[in-house]
Structure formats: C-alpha cells, structure tokens
C-alpha cells in the first residue's frame, strides 16, 4: 500500500536553531514530491516540487532533498514567521490519475 | 493572481441537511479536487475531477457527491450531513500534468450539530 509519513508531528526551536523534517514514502512510481506550507486556518501553499533523487531546491530559509526513500525540508536559521504546518504529497505514475496523496504534516514552532 | 476561491469559510449545519460546497477557480486548471483534513488524519481525497461532467471517487467518497457543469466550478455535496462529517473542506485545482503544482482555497470549516 502506497504511504506517506512525516516526522516528528510536531517541532519547536528557538528562532535561529536549524533543523530538518522528514517525509518519507513507499510508493510504486513516484512522479513528484511537493512540499506545502499551511498557516492555521488557511489553505496550503505550494513551496516546492521534485522529481528525481538528488534533485534539490531552495528558497530562502528553506531547502528540500530527495533521495529514493525520503526527502528533507531543512530549515536554516528560522525567523518565528516560518511557524506553519509543513506537509509534503506524492504524485504517483498511476496513468490518468493526477491526485496528489499527503502525509499528516510537522507543525512548525520558532520561539523568538 | 491565481484563485481558488471557496463558497464560505464557515458552516453550521444540522445533521440530516443536504450541504452544498462550492469552489470555483480562475485559472483554466482541468483538474479539480475536494480534500477534507482532520488532525492527526492529515488531508484526505474525497472526490477529484478532470474534465467536465467528469469525476473519480477518491480515498472517502463514502456520504459525498459532486458536481462539475463548468470547468471553473466544483461542487462537493453532503446529501445528508452527519456529524463525523465536521471538517475543515479544502479546494484545490491543477493544470494536467504530472510537473503541475496544486492551488488550494481557504478552506470551509464546516460544524455538522
């Protein structure tokens, strides 16, 4: 069965602390990796899209990798105004279905 | 700026009422899908479409409808709402394509009393 787990469920660091979350997946044929932000009460938003193992992308504070089993959303020195919940979604090579499965997200915490 | 656009933020609804959900998008996106997210559960696909008049039941389709007559309008129906079906709702639409990100709504905090 296809899944997607995030960990931990919940991060708290003090602001300028970096670390990294974790989103792990078993799937057959992945055909993307996104990784969203959510802030409570609103919508996702989409940060980035990978697609092939070590393929790396960054913005700002934060910068996602992708190996065969999992991939990496670090953050670098973070202000409190990157507190959200952070979840990432697979893409699978299913024909004619485009669906994105999510995992249940690391909510994000920066003590200032 | 991109738009998905959802019909309320907040609902109170009483068990046994038919429950109308409206999304609508401005981004001429072919793919449009309903997820309903739930602490600890994380988003779960209800229904998703890729055409017009086009719809596929997701991982939950189970006490839910939809409807698509426009290709800009989703619509997520509870025939008749009960309350395990209190949930934050979320809209999101996608251009096809595997390379394509998705755009959600703000979200509908729907309370079945």
């Known amino acids: 069965e296809d899944q997607v787990t995030q960990s931990p469920e919940a991060l708290r660091l003090q602001e300028g602390e970096s670390s990294s979350l974790n989103c792990s997946y078993t799937v057959s044929g992945l055909r993307g990796l996104f990784w969203y932000r959510q802030d409570p009460g609103k919508g996702p938003e989409f940060l980035f899209t990978?697609?092939?193992a070590g393929e790396e992308k960054e913005k700002e504070r934060l910068k996602a990798t992708l190996t065969k089993k999992e991939s990496f959303l670090h953050i670098t020195a973070p202000k409190p105004e990157d507190s959200a919940t952070y979840l990432c979604a697979v893409r699978l090579a299913n024909f004619g279905n485009e669906k994105l499965t999510f995992g249940t997200g690391t909510r994000l915490t920066i003590i200032p | 700026d991109v738009k998905v656009t959802q019909s309320s933020r907040y609902l109170v609804k009483r068990t046994g009422e038919k429950v109308f959900l409206e999304c609508v998008q401005d981004?001429?996106?072919?793919?449009m899908f309903w997820y309903r997210q739930d602490p600890g559960l994380g988003l779960r696909l209800i229904y998703f479409s890729y055409d017009v008049k086009m719809k596929e039941k997701g991982d939950i389709p189970e006490g839910y409808s939809v409807s698509r007559e426009k290709k800009e309008r989703f619509s997520l129906i509870l025939e008749s709402a009960s309350t395990n079906q209190t949930s934050m709702y979320l809209c999101?639409?996608?251009?096809?394509?595997?390379?394509?990100?998705?755009?959600f709504g703000q979200g509908t905090r729907l309370t079945v009393v």
């Open positions: 990978l697609y092939s």
């Open positions: 999101a639409s996608t251009l096809r394509g595997w390379n394509t990100e998705a755009f």
């Open positions: 981004m001429d996106h072919e793919n």
